[in-house]
């Protein structure tokens, strides 16, 4: 989009505050950029709470003020905090930091905070660590359940920290695929135990809480698709002592049919299972099996996508072929890049032609079939 398409939506807007509305227009005529940097500023935006830093993951801390949590139960676009005027706090969702994404995202937000009444609420108590958010699809609370999980355990009062998550346990996720959730809410478990507390479980109403910590983790920071390979260390524990019999050493990792599938998806796999490779499709096993399954390959073909997540749980020097449908082609394997070097990966990456993934482009990937 061009700088004059940003400047038409902006003064689009209908609950943004004029005077922040000018100061983004005033921006927005020098850059896009500009006028990106200025967001944080906006009165709409709670400006005074502390940053500390662990580390080089960057922290906003909310001390003893209370303040409030609108999760997904009450809208998908919402799960913000806020203080007791409605004051958002910054890096409650990724899109208060994006200028694209805050003038798709801003007014619904807005519009559905002015409609909370903050005198009706549930409190939870203190002492929560929450992230800055994303989407609710299996990458993204996979990845931000692993930062959340690294990070809880460096806290000086890890003890009496419970992390605040926020995800369906109904048919209103919104991956088909795990209607049920049951990965989800194992993820939960295996990471924290006991210590955390799932919002959506209480319902719409705005919950308000004390001593609130929330990592930041835009797409430029550090903690953004890192998977810290302590936290699959722990589930990998955990998994092992179940006894789970022993994976094969050269594995498909299938998934459901998906519009975003090359078009000869089923030509793919019947030539790779022909030639020895196990078709798995993490949907239809348990996770735990999923863990160990990855655990114990070291030839693997998968396709790109959020089944990327699993790359975690293969073993150092693992041999990956990713498989690229046409729709994904703009995106680039470093995105990647971080679990690659964490987890000591060797990927081979091939890109769909028309959207076909012809079996003369796999056999060309030669330790495929050593």
Avoid at 50 to 60: A, D, N, R
Avoid at 210 to 233: C, D, E, M, Q, W
Avoid at 254 to 270: F, G, H, L, V
Avoid at 336 to 358: C, G, H, M, Q, R
Wanted: with cysteine; proline share 4%; net charge neutral.
């Amino acid at each position: 989009m061009t700088n004059e398409s940003y400047m038409q939506r902006l003064q689009q807007l209908r609950h943004l505050p004029d005077d922040d509305k000018s100061r983004l227009a005033s921006r927005l005529a020098v850059s896009y950029g500009h006028a990106q940097a200025i967001l944080p500023e906006l009165s709409i935006f709670r400006s005074d709470f502390p940053t500390t830093s662990l580390g080089e993951i960057e922290i906003t801390e909310t001390g003893k003020e209370q303040v409030f949590y609108i999760g997904h139960h009450f809208r998908s676009n919402m799960s913000v905090f806020c203080d007791k005027e409605k004051k958002l706090i910054f890096n409650s969702r990724f899109y208060f930091a994006d200028l694209s994404a805050f003038l798709l995202n801003i007014d619904p937000c807005l519009y559905h905070l002015s409609n909370i009444d903050l005198d009706d609420t549930l409190n939870i108590g203190s002492d929560f660590l929450s992230i800055q958010r994303w989407f609710i699809t299996y990458g993204h609370f996979k990845d931000e359940a692993y930062t959340l999980g690294a990070v809880l355990g460096r806290l000086p009062n890890s003890s009496e920290t419970r992390v605040l998550l926020d995800y369906p346990t109904d048919n209103r996720l919104d991956t088909k695929n795990f209607l049920a959730n049951k990965n989800y809410q194992k993820i939960d478990r295996l990471i924290f135990g006991q210590s955390s507390l799932n919002a959506y479980r209480l319902g719409s109403i705005p919950l308000a809480l004390r001593g609130l910590k929330i990592i930041t983790n835009k797409y430029s920071s550090p903690t953004f698709h890192s998977f810290p390979p302590a936290v699959t260390a722990r589930i990998r524990s955990q998994v092992e002592a179940l006894e789970i019999p022993r994976g094969p050493k050269r594995i498909f990792l299938t998934r459901s049919n998906s519009y975003r599938d090359p078009i000869d998806k089923i030509e793919i796999e019947a030539h790779c299972t022909k030639r020895g490779y196990t078709l798995i499709n993490p949907e239809l096993i348990s996770y735990e099996e999923l863990v160990q399954i990855s655990g114990d390959a070291d030839r693997v073909i998968c396709y790109w996508g959020s089944a990327c997540t699993n790359w975690i749980y293969f073993r150092p020097g693992t041999r990956i072929c990713v498989l690229k449908a046409e729709s994904y082609s703009s995106e680039s394997i470093t995105f990647w890049s971080k679990v690659i070097n964490n987890y000591e990966l060797l990927v081979s990456e091939i890109t769909a032609k028309d959207n076909l993934i012809s079996t003369i482009q796999i056999d060309s990937i030669g330790w495929l079939w050593d």
